[in-house]
């Protein structure tokens, strides 16, 4: 870390980033520290540091069952959608297009803006009898097996994964409270 001249904490956003790298890979509980040599001194500086939060034991990174599989809907018109998810039990419409509601098993709902008449934006919310562990296998319930680009104890994140541009996971508690998915459109 080329650091000479900074002040201590100065790379603390770093080092969090690093704790999401080893969240990702199944790791929890580690202490990241970003050291420079202070030259001509030759002393070590530590200019970041993270306490990485715990991962819960084993759901984090178990495999979840599948509650919708996003990229089967993904870029889909209505009437494809409604044949997948069934009838929608509320619509709406945004200065982006045609909202839909869907309900889904457990209690759960996706809603679906449909923007140049495809499915786009979805929120996504697990129903309180279909709860799933927040970490970074939860894509797995949505349909996106791979692993994640970034996991914090904040939020996971898949970028440009099954031709989705973002897909992002939010924590409720020890589960997944949302998951925001944006296919094309930022």
């Given at each position: 870390?080329?650091?000479?001249?900074?002040?201590?904490?100065?790379?603390?956003?770093?080092?969090?980033?690093?704790?999401?790298?080893?969240?990702?890979?199944?790791?929890?509980?580690?202490?990241?520290?970003?050291?420079?040599?202070?030259?001509?001194?030759?002393?070590?500086?530590?200019?970041?540091?993270?306490?990485?939060?715990?991962?819960?034991?084993?759901?984090?990174?178990?495999?979840?069952?599948?509650?919708?599989?996003?990229?089967?809907?993904?870029?889909?018109?209505?009437?494809?959608?409604?044949?997948?998810?069934?009838?929608?039990?509320?619509?709406?419409?945004?200065?982006?297009?045609?909202?839909?509601?869907?309900?889904?098993?457990?209690?759960?709902?996706?809603?679906?803006?449909?923007?140049?008449?495809?499915?786009?934006?979805?929120?996504?919310?697990?129903?309180?009898?279909?709860?799933?562990?927040?970490?970074?296998?939860?894509?797995?319930?949505?349909?996106?097996?791979?692993?994640?680009?970034?996991?914090?104890?904040?939020?996971?994140?898949?970028?440009?994964?099954?031709?989705?541009?973002?897909?992002?996971?939010?924590?409720?508690?020890?589960?997944v409270g949302y998951w925001y998915v944006k296919v094309k459109t930022r």
């Open positions: 870390m080329t650091g000479q001249g900074k002040q201590p904490g100065a790379f603390d956003g770093f080092a969090r980033g690093i704790c999401g790298t080893l969240a990702a890979k199944g790791v929890g509980g580690a202490i990241v520290h970003v050291l420079d040599e202070d030259q001509p001194a030759g002393k070590w500086v530590e200019l970041g540091k993270a306490d990485c939060p715990q991962l819960a034991k084993g759901d984090a990174t178990a495999p979840a069952k599948l509650l919708v599989d996003v990229p089967s809907l993904s870029g889909k018109d209505e009437v494809a959608v409604a044949k997948l998810l069934g009838k929608p039990t509320a619509k709406d419409k945004s200065k982006y297009g045609q909202k839909r509601r869907y309900a889904l098993p457990g209690g759960g709902n996706v809603e679906i803006t449909f923007i140049g008449g495809k499915a786009d934006w979805m929120e996504i919310t697990p129903g309180k009898d279909a709860p799933v562990p927040f970490g970074p296998a939860c894509g797995q319930a949505i349909g996106i097996s791979a692993a994640p680009a970034f996991a914090s104890a904040a939020t996971v994140r898949w970028d440009g994964v099954n031709g989705i541009q973002s897909v992002e996971a939010f924590p409720a508690g020890a589960h």
